[in-house]
């Protein structure tokens, strides 16, 4: 296996980590790196484990929390509600010792307003710091341009000292790096070797898209479907104050300094937008950026419909785009997206976790999806996520609730009251139940990732639609390798369905995973919202 450990073709699936919600081992409400140590357990190399092959965990780095750690001070090290750079070094050793890889999030856009670099820029205008960032002055009296920022209102804040304005594409408390800058570039990339040097395995590098933008900072045009209050992000066509074509040639930079470790890899956090173009190129372009180590997360996952239609027309065009040596992403949820359970349901959150883990690729599952967590409810004065203020549906927090670990006090998360609330379904949805029930999500997530990690098949195998009917709400596919082939067959109608898997089929993994389809001549017979992987 060697000390870069198993490589990343190999990689079932990256589990993903919000730190203050998984587990608080020093009982203050917010989970901590020690509370990931403490669960590597039950992540790898137990025979309880879940059985992931790599981690990323989102940021842990000294921050003010304006964005919960999205906002960051220092990047190379510790929030001490966190824990230390050597709890870091502790964790990653544990890891590395069950075969886990870690990745961390790395925050190239903008960092907080607490970082040294802006304070130093903010204090003296002439000093290096201050072209570290975007800065303009007033064009007549007031804002350059009508950007607006993702969490709301001008991208714009002016800073009385100076009398300029600085950018700011998500809160004001984040200002905007400016990447044209080669003594910033060169900073960040030192970033990268630092933790590169500890032994991480790669980076989730966050909000890309933002990273380069119109030079000449022409203005959006209005978007005509908007319909709103004004002043939010939807209420223009974002064509010029992203994806500029330079941030390929700075996502590449970065990924020169991650190739020359052995067995690492970047993650791109974007965002396609179809008023920049067909949404092909987009993604062409960031599979281009480094096609050995790179790959975006295809979001798409996250915003589609229930059915097998739209699910199935997804995969397949999406699969019909790559090129040979592109490497999909799949998701369906993270930090900042509803749960799972609460999009599509209970029984249908069975039918996305097959989905998920047999799609090709290296496919990321959100904590706490695996025991079926559900998006958990916060009153308005409970609420913490500053994206809330603008935001209708009341931000993120729903999907941030602690780690269900226990049916015991505060879901075993902690012995302190938790930053935010543990739902009362945690008692029947939890990790200590879940492991002793043969037919728990866990359970199916256990096995199918268990699959996923024996059979090369379903992480690099050919994907073939066999069947996508709109009616019958039934997709059907193959993943073939040179000598082996699976079918996967999923049922998202509340109806009991006929599937043709075809002779000889042999099931491997079914919903319920302690119970049998029943199969005849190579006919299945599903139930409302079950699926089935089987041998072909
Ligand atoms: C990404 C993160 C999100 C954060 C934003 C700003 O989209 O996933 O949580 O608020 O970037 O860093």
């Not at 089929?505 to 995973?513: D, G, N, R």
Request: charged share 25%.
């Amino acid at each position: 296996m060697g000390l870069a450990g198993k490589p990343w073709g190999d990689v079932n699936a990256i589990y993903q980590i919000y730190p203050r919600s998984f587990m608080d081992a020093n009982s203050d409400g917010v989970g901590d790196l020690r509370g990931v140590i403490d669960k590597l357990d039950y992540l790898k190399g137990h025979g309880r484990s879940l059985g992931v092959d790599a981690l990323w965990i989102s940021p842990f780095y000294p921050s003010p929390m304006a964005d919960f750690g999205y906002d960051v001070s220092d990047y190379c090290d510790v929030h001490p509600m966190f824990g230390t750079l050597d709890d870091f070094k502790e964790l990653l050793e544990g890891a590395h010792a069950r075969d886990l890889k870690v990745i961390v999030d790395f925050v190239p856009n903008h960092t907080s307003i607490e970082h040294p670099w802006f304070q130093e820029a903010l204090r003296d205008p002439n000093s290096d710091k201050r072209d570290y960032y975007v800065w303009h002055e007033p064009v007549d009296g007031r804002e350059p341009n009508n950007w607006v920022s993702i969490f709301g209102g001008s991208i714009w804040e002016y800073d009385q000292r100076s009398g300029q304005y600085y950018m700011h594409s998500f809160l004001k408390e984040q200002p905007d790096l400016n990447w044209e800058n080669p003594r910033l570039r060169a900073e960040m990339k030192r970033i990268l070797t630092f933790w590169l040097d500890l032994g991480v395995d790669g980076f989730r590098v966050d909000a890309v898209w933002h990273m380069a933008k119109d030079k000449k900072l022409r203005d959006e045009p209005k978007n005509e479907h908007y319909i709103g209050p004004p002043g939010t992000y939807g209420e223009y066509k974002r064509i010029y104050s992203k994806y500029a074509p330079e941030l390929h040639d700075y996502l590449r930079e970065l990924t020169d300094i991650v190739e020359s470790y052995p067995n690492k890899i970047m993650v791109f956090e974007t965002s396609p937008d179809e008023d920049l173009g067909p949404v092909v190129d987009q993604y062409a372009a960031l599979y281009d950026v480094n096609p050995r180590i790179g790959l975006p997360f295809n979001f798409g996952g996250m915003f589609l419909p229930w059915g097998a239609r739209p699910m199935g027309d997804f995969v397949r065009d999406f699969q019909a785009m790559l090129r040979p040596t592109d490497r999909p992403a799949y998701c369906f949820s993270n930090h900042d997206q509803p749960r799972i359970v609460s999009r599509f349901g209970r029984r249908q959150s069975r039918v996305v976790a097959m989905l998920l883990l047999t799609l090709p690729g290296l496919p990321t599952v959100y904590y706490g999806d695996e025991v079926g967590m559900e998006n958990v409810p916060v009153s308005p004065h409970a609420m913490q996520d500053p994206a809330s203020a603008n935001n209708p549906m009341g931000g993120r927090d729903p999907e941030r609730s602690p780690m269900q670990w226990t049916s015991g006090r505060y879901a075993g998360f902690s012995t302190h009251k938790p930053w935010l609330p543990v739902p009362i379904s945690a008692r029947v949805y939890n990790v200590a139940l879940e492991q002793r029930r043969p037919s728990s999500i866990f359970a199916l997530y256990k096995k199918l990732l268990a699959l996923r990690r024996d059979e090369p098949v379903f992480r690099d195998g050919m994907f073939t639609e066999l069947h996508n009917d709109e009616r019958r709400n039934v997709l059907v596919y193959e993943r073939r390798g040179a000598d082996k082939a699976y079918r996967v067959a999923l049922n998202f109608s509340g109806k009991y369905r006929r599937v043709k898997l075809g002779r000889g089929a042999k099931v491997v993994c079914f919903t319920y995973p302690n119970r049998r389809p029943f199969v005849r001549n190579g006919t299945v017979l599903l139930g409302p919202y079950e699926g089935v992987v089987a041998r072909v």
